[in-house]
């Protein structure tokens, strides 16, 4: 069965820690693996598409890897700002919606 | 450039009324998909469509719900008779294309309360 797996649940940081986010699927041919981040009452925000294991991909303090069983999103000296559920979502070849995993909540203290 | 719009962005229908979410896709954009998320649950597929057609309604549920996607307008999601279970926050996505590409953008979502 196709699933996206999202850990941890969630993750409480101190301004200045980096950490990273881990996601781990199992689809039968990944077209591509998507991260968002979702901000309380609001749609997901489109952040990275990863489509080949080795591929990598940065935006300011995030930065998204990929293999070939989980991906990974580390953030380097977070901000309060960067406070949000960060979503990570998968397509299938020949399919064209998104499966998505529950979600890590993260909350970075000032 | 206007992104993905939803109205209305909070819904409250009694059980046995009708809801009806509208969605526009941002410019350019002919693929639209609806996901449905429950409290403390993930983001599920419900259906995508293309102007005038149904591609996939995987993921929605065989009665009570519909989506349409006219020649001309926003994108409808519509449910009849709603029941308590409904209540959830319902996004809307587009896209400019399938094939390699598939990043899906997503609305601000309409949050339906069934009292």
């Known amino acids: 069965e196709d699933q996206v797996t999202q850990s941890p649940e969630a993750l409480r940081l101190q301004e200045g820690e980096s950490s990273s986010l881990n996601c781990s699927y199992t689809?039968?041919?990944?077209?591509?693996l998507f991260w968002y981040r979702q901000d309380p009452g609001k749609g997901p925000e489109f952040l990275f598409t990863l489509y080949s294991a080795g591929e990598e991909k940065e935006k300011e303090r995030l930065k998204a890897t990929l293999t070939k069983k989980e991906s990974f999103l580390h953030i380097t000296a977070p901000k309060p700002e960067d406070s949000a559920t960060y979503l990570c979502a998968v397509c299938k070849n020949r399919d064209d919606k998104i499966i998505f995993g529950k979600g890590t909540r993260l909350h970075i203290l000032p | 450039n206007a992104g993905v719009m939803q109205n209305p962005r909070h819904l409250v229908r009694r059980r046995g009324q009708e809801a009806r979410l509208r969605c526009s896709p941002m410019?350019?954009?002919?693929?639209v998909y609806w996901y449905r998320q429950l409290p403390e649950e993930g983001l599920k597929f419900m259906v995508y469509l293309q102007k005038e057609n149904i591609i996939d309604e995987s993921g929605m549920p065989k009665e009570r719900f519909s989506a349409e996607f006219p020649k001309e307008g926003p994108s409808i999601l519509r449910i009849q008779q709603v029941v308590r279970g409904d209540s959830a926050a319902y996004f809307c996505?587009?896209?400019?294309?399938?094939?390699?590409?598939?990043?899906?953008?997503f609305g601000p979502g309409t949050r339906l309360t069934v009292l």
């Open positions: 996505a587009s896209s400019p294309r399938t094939g390699v590409y598939n990043e899906q953008f």
């Open positions: 410019k350019g954009h002919s693929h």
């Open positions: 689809v039968s041919g990944l077209r591509g």
